[in-house]
């Protein structure tokens, strides 16, 4: 039982260039989300799935896309990377929104150059 | 002004110490509450859920205070392996885009 993983755990990306972040789940949670962290920020949501083929925007969505077509995977898209993007984005899933335990991945940190 | 504020530290105690935190949050209607631990470089794990009568997990205690719209985290007889960043988390039911996470207050247990 793996939990949540993501890949890669760390990128470099010049400006420009796109990439996928990853996040995979075999705890059958419905709700799952990215956020990003920032030194001196709080966790901030990109993107949520409240299901498979249900997708929304969190509070910094922009130059980002997400798809939902399974239960289990929830990709992360960068469509043409920027220095504002280097961070920590971490993958998280939960039975539900907001009330419950909130099961983080490992991370990916991403530098764009 | 900031959903859910924290004093950064860091808090550096001798071993044995007993530590607080206390985390203000924003709005009223705001339903649940969470500390989260974050160690360096790694992913945040859920330490305590925060209940309305407050509760206790060993040498951790979890206050709310609805009047005053903030939540408190104690820790008690801290030990070196307490060292971390303790995330304060609020469910403000605003939608499914509902939690906000404050920055995080850091800690360091000396010997």
């Known amino acids: 039982n793996a939990g949540v993983t993501q890949t890669p755990k760390f990128q470099v990306l010049k400006t420009g260039q796109s990439m996928t972040l990853q996040c995979a789940q075999d705890?059958?949670?419905?709700?799952m989300s990215w956020y990003r962290q920032d030194p001196g920020m709080g966790l901030r949501l990109i993107h949520y799935?409240?299901?498979?083929?249900?997708?929304d925007q969190g509070e910094v969505p922009n130059g980002y896309n997400v798809s939902r077509s399974t239960t289990e995977d929830f990709p992360l898209r960068l469509l043409s990377a920027a220095p504002s993007q280097t961070s920590v984005y971490f993958c998280?899933?939960?039975?539900?929104?907001?009330?419950?335990?909130?099961?983080f991945g490992p991370g990916t940190r991403l530098t764009v150059t | 002004r900031k959903e859910v504020e924290q004093d950064p530290g860091p808090f550096n105690v001798p071993e044995g110490a007993t530590v607080a935190f206390n985390c203000t949050y924003s709005?009223?209607?705001?339903?649940?509450f969470f500390w989260y631990r974050q160690d360096c470089r790694k992913e945040p794990k859920l330490l305590m859920s925060?209940?309305?009568s407050g509760n206790e997990d060993g040498r951790f205690t979890a206050q709310l205070n609805r009047a005053s719209q903030y939540i408190s985290l104690l820790i008690r007889d801290s030990k070196l392996s307490d060292s971390a960043t303790y995330l304060c988390?609020?469910?403000?039911?605003?939608?499914?885009?509902?939690?906000?996470f404050g920055t995080g207050t850091r800690l360091t247990v000396i010997p």
């Open positions: 998280a899933t939960s039975q539900g929104a907001g009330r419950d335990e909130q099961y």
């Open positions: 705890m059958n949670h419905e709700y």
């Open positions: 799935s409240v299901g498979a083929g249900i997708t």
């Open positions: 709005n009223s209607a705001s339903q649940s």
């Open positions: 925060v209940y309305s």
């Open positions: 988390v609020v469910n403000m039911l605003t939608g499914a885009n509902n939690l906000f």
